[in-house]
């Protein structure tokens, strides 16, 4: 991370240089902490001249009044107090992070005449600023004064000063938790295949159990035991071996069904033998969203100690062309027994979830799995990266992951499926086959998975658009962007903690 907050939260403060910042809405004339800040007035006046409307998300910049003990303030618009959606918080947060610069001091005045700003939404606002503050720099020796919000990179203190401060320090744990779950699910996206190959990936789950994760980690051979000929089919390309990682973290009553989550985790898809156009092929590293999504997800639940029983499985392997490669043709078994001819050696993602997915049920017998997966490029054609496609076979589940992606605004939007979709995977040679063809390449995509779910409630997210590449906004400057962390934790906390 390139930038650092420590956040606290107080009651009141009194400012001693460095930077105010006052939040206010569009209806209130004032903003707060004003009379901190700014006894000469200088902020209304300044306001009036900029033609500062409070628009949500929008600043407004002075410098040094005189008078004021701050260095510099800001007004950041919060928009019609109305209006105000949780997710707003976040945004807020986010512009207020964006503007602090080469200061080590910031006194930020979150009640908002005209708002009752609850602990829970100034927790969020605090999240919104770690959300913000995140930048992938590892490899950059030469660091730019850009990077960093603090003076010589050092962690800028930020005091948020709120009514309720004792509440939100308590509601900013939580907030801590989700933060630190997107930021290592962007670490992993962003960070490169050479570095982060199964293994390497598998290592990274196995950290969590410094968290109190349960977590097992699958070797070639166990895998082969199992009969997983799909996943394997992928991994023989690549030199470096195959890993599953079941994580567990049991929060709720014991012996209660967990709810389980599975990740894509291809560390690099090259296509395999079905080999990728040049061109922008390095995003191809980011083709363990998925994977890295779960893994973020866990780190939250277990971080914030959540009242649920929770398996992530994720499927880690690389595609590579490789005189061991398997062809266009292939026939391979999978562990629920049926066989899949291997059409395009691209179409991989749903070999590796169906052996997953299988296993997953087999074992825990989950409440629903929902599985996350950058698994084709036809969601993007469909949806662009806005938003992730949602192919379920439960409405109910689908309407609590709607309403999670509104919430968070990690959005869905539900794809059809059905039995003439489903046909169009039936395979000469095989029970299937792993493309359907260009038409409704997302639909028949999640058709090839739902063949292996059962009976089991169960959605698919494509995330091709959203966990890489997508539109940067005030809470995500980075191009891995931990979709689905924030999503699923919500989904949790919403109707599975007891
Ligand atoms: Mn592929
Ligand atoms: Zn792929």
Redo the contacts with the bound molecule.
């Keep these: 991370m390139s930038a650092k907050f420590d956040i606290s939260f107080e009651k009141s403060a009194e400012i001693a240089g460095g930077y105010a910042i006052l939040l206010k809405t569009k209806d209130a004339d004032t903003a707060a902490g004003v009379s901190a800040a700014d006894p000469s007035g200088v902020v209304a006046k300044a306001a009036k001249i900029a033609g500062f409307t409070a628009k949500l998300a929008t600043a407004l910049d002075i410098v040094a009044p005189e008078g004021s003990a701050a260095e510099r303030i800001f007004v950041i618009g919060l928009g019609k107090s109305a209006d105000l959606a949780s997710f707003d918080w976040l945004k807020a947060g986010g512009a207020a992070a964006s503007k602090i610069k080469n200061t080590n001091d910031v006194t930020i005045f979150i009640d908002a005449p005209g708002v009752d700003v609850t602990p829970a939404q100034a927790a969020d606002f605090a999240l919104g600023m770690q959300l913000r503050a995140y930048g992938f720099d590892t490899y950059k020796t030469r660091k730019s004064d850009d990077d960093s919000n603090g003076k010589d990179g050092s962690a800028v203190k930020v005091r948020i000063v709120t009514a309720t401060a004792k509440e939100a320090a308590k509601a900013f744990e939580t907030a801590q938790a989700v933060a630190n779950g997107v930021n290592l699910a962007r670490d992993l996206v962003n960070e490169p295949a050479n570095v982060l190959g199964p293994v390497e990936f598998a290592a990274k789950a196995k950290e969590l159990e410094k968290l109190g994760v349960e977590v097992e980690i699958l070797t070639e051979t166990e895998m082969t035991k199992l009969g997983m000929g799909a996943l394997l089919g992928v991994a023989q390309g690549s030199v470096r071996p195959p890993r599953l990682a079941i994580m567990q973290w049991k929060g709720g009553k014991s012996g209660e069904q967990p709810v389980a989550f599975i990740g ?1 985790g ?1 560390v690099f ?1 090259t296509g395999g033998i079905s080999i990728k156009p040049a061109g922008g092929m390095e995003d ?1 590293k980011g ?1 363990m969203g998925g994977a890295a999504a779960v893994t973020g997800l866990m780190h939250v639940l277990a971080a914030r100690k959540a009242k649920a029983n929770v398996v992530g499985v994720i499927g880690l392997v690389e ?1 590579m062309p490789d005189g061991n490669a398997q062809r266009p043709g292939d026939i391979v078994t999978s562990m629920s027994g049926q066989t899949i001819e291997v059409i395009n050696t ?1 179409a ?2 749903r070999l590796v979830l169906g052996d997953a997915i299988w296993y997953c049920n087999d074992r825990f017998k989950p409440k629903f799995m929902i599985d996350l997966a ?2 084709t490029g036809a969601i993007l054609v469909a949806l662009g990266n806005i938003q992730a496609g949602l192919f379920s076979n439960d409405d109910q589940l689908s309407e609590q992951l709607t309403a999670a992606g509104i919430e968070t605004h990690e959005r869905l939007w539900r794809m059809p499926m059905g039995k003439e979709y489903d046909k169009m995977i039936d395979s000469k040679f095989a029970d299937m086959k792993n493309t359907g063809g260009r038409h409704a390449g997302s639909i028949t995509a999640a058709h090839f998975i739902k063949r292996f779910v059962g009976d089991t409630p169960w959605a698919h997210l494509d995330i091709a658009g959203t966990a890489m590449g997508s539109p940067l906004d005030e809470i995500n400057q980075s191009w891995g962007s931990g979709y689905g962390v924030r999503l699923l934790d919500q989904l949790v906390r919403a109707n599975y903690e007891s």
Excluded: C, H, Q, S
């Design positions: 894509k291809v898809d191809m083709d595609n691209d991989e993602g950058t698994l």
